[in-house]
Structures are given as C-alpha cells and as structure tokens.
C-alpha cells in the first residue's frame, strides 16, 4: 500500500512553480526531470543543488501518482521498453500490415547537397528534441554518450566512405565543463591520427561560453571534479564554469538545431526534393489504394 504524502505549502508553492513550467513550455512536452530543474533553477525558484534535485524528484513522483501531474508531461528518456511481444493471430498481424503497406517512405532531401552532415549529441536523454527538428531534413542524429570507442568512430567512417564526393560536417552539441568540451578533441583526435580519416569540419554548435552568458544558465558545480585530470587545463582557460545542455530551454536548444543546418544547405535544393517527395508519395498512395481495394475484393 502506497504511504500517503502530506503536501505542505511550500512543496504545494513548488508544485505550482513547476505546472507553470509545463505551460510555458507545452509545445515541447514531455520534459524530462532534468530540463524542469533547471527552469526552475534558472528562474531563482530553487537552489542548485544535488539535495534541491532530489526533493524535486520526489515531489514530482507524488503529483504524479495523485494525478496533480500528467504522466505525459514528464519522461524518462533514458531507459528503453523493447516490446518483442507477439501478435494474437495471423488476421490481426495481416491488418496491421496492410495499415502500414508503403507507409513511412521519406526522400533522402540531403542528397543533392553538397556536404554529408551529422548531428552528434553528448546525451540521449536530449535525443527526442534533435530527431524532431533533424528528421524533416533527413539530417542523421548520432548519440554518442560520453567519450566514444574506436569502433564506434570507425562506423562513422564507413559511413563517410559513401559520401567521398560530399564535404562532411560534424554538428556537435554537448556539456560545457571539462569532459564535454574535450569530447569532441578526441574525437577530433583519434579520427585523424589513428583512422586517417581527413577533411571533416567539426563544429561545436552548443553548449558555448557564449550560451551561458546570453541565456544565464545555472552552473552545475559537481561536473568540476578534481579527480579528473581534465579539470586542471579547462579551468585555466574557462574558469569555474560547469554547465549541462540541459540547461538550455527546449525551445532555445531547437532554434540552435535548426540554424545549425540552415547554415550547411543549400535551401533551394531541397524545396526541390520536397517537391519530388510529394509526387512520389501520390504514387505510392495510388498502389496502397489497389492493394486495399484488391485485399477488399478477395
């Protein structure tokens, strides 16, 4: 049996502080717990601080289980449910088939550009928000999640060995504090000295010393660990500065995204893939239609 919670005026004043949060920021829900705390830290309703994060974990737990919250509002993007479940019967899985016959089909728009782009992003957590704004490009989003393995920089190798005749483009997003920043120098690194690979312009979109003035983000003192030997250099030349990604409003950190890409495409070029997309989408509408019909008749 779930123990019954007892709000108190100030947890009810956060509560409120937190739905008004939500609000703002409707059009890109669900947020994660990380992006609310620090809207709140940035707006000076709670403090930052590891103890302030748990007990805003924990009250959003209880106004969730007493419905003062939607479960849609708020996401775990971090674990994953893989549905391997089955289908009741064979009527069922040929229905649901049908409903998705020729279904999904997109053009590659970026192939008649003139650079091969990527997005490469520190956290997966965040990944929704770049999977919207770079799918309607067909641009590729690549979660690296901290420093990256040889083998997986060697698939992004072989990726590029498909686009020997593009300039290719990495778009970096991460942390600005002293892992966050070195990731993309060693990826930097080990690309060119250890796999050879040459001509990749790396550019480092967000998070900038730039960003945390412009937009008074809140520092997260913890990423500043002494233990870790990148921490000496990045502090003689950034100073005390720890700042998430997270940080950034949903709606800031979309704009970045997309002026990111504007910046690399030619736009003409693709209002004419878009162009070709929607006849070959009334193509392939008109064959579902005959099969739907065929399906009906039989």
């Known amino acids: 049996m779930r ?40 707006k000076g309703y709670i403090e930052n601080k590891v103890s302030e994060y748990t007990m805003l974990s924990g009250l959003l737990k209880h106004a969730r289980l007493e419905n003062l919250i939607s479960w849609d509002d708020i996401e775990d993007r971090v674990r994953t449910y893989h549905n391997l479940t089955g ?132 520092h997260s003192p913890e990423a500043l660990k002494k233990t870790d030997p990148r921490s000496k250099n990045y502090v003689a030349e950034y100073g005390e500065l720890a700042v998430e990604l997270d940080a950034l409003r949903p709606d800031i950190l979309e704009k970045k995204i997309r002026d990111s890409i504007y910046n690399e495409i030619d736009e003409e070029a693709i209002s004419m893939e878009l162009e070709t997309q929607n006849q070959e989408f009334d193509i392939l509408n008109k064959l579902k239609r005959k099969i739907e019909n065929l399906e009906i008749t039989e």
């Open 3 to 42: 123990r019954n919670f007892t709000w108190t005026e100030h947890q009810l004043d956060k509560l409120n502080k937190v739905n008004d949060t939500l609000a703002e920021l409707a059009e890109y829900k669900p947020l994660t717990l990380r992006q609310i705390y620090y809207q709140l830290v940035g």
């Open 87 to 218: 289908w009741e019967d064979t009527e069922h899985f040929k229905r649901q088939e049908l409903r998705n016959f020729l279904k999904g089909y997109r053009r590659d728009l970026m192939q008649s550009q003139d650079s091969y782009i990527e997005i490469w992003i520190e956290k997966d957590a965040l990944s929704s928000i770049f999977t919207k704004v770079a799918a309607p490009f067909t641009v590729p989003v690549v979660v690296c999640k901290g420093f990256s393995s040889i083998s997986f920089l060697n698939d992004y190798k072989e990726r590029l060995g498909e686009y020997e005749d593009k300039i290719s483009v990495l778009l970096y997003f991460g942390d600005f504090d002293p892992s966050g920043v070195e990731m993309l120098k060693a990826m930097e690194t080990t690309l060119q000295d250890e796999l050879n690979v040459t001509g990749i312009e790396f550019k480092r979109i967000a998070l900038l010393k730039d960003d945390i003035q412009q937009y008074k983000l809140p």
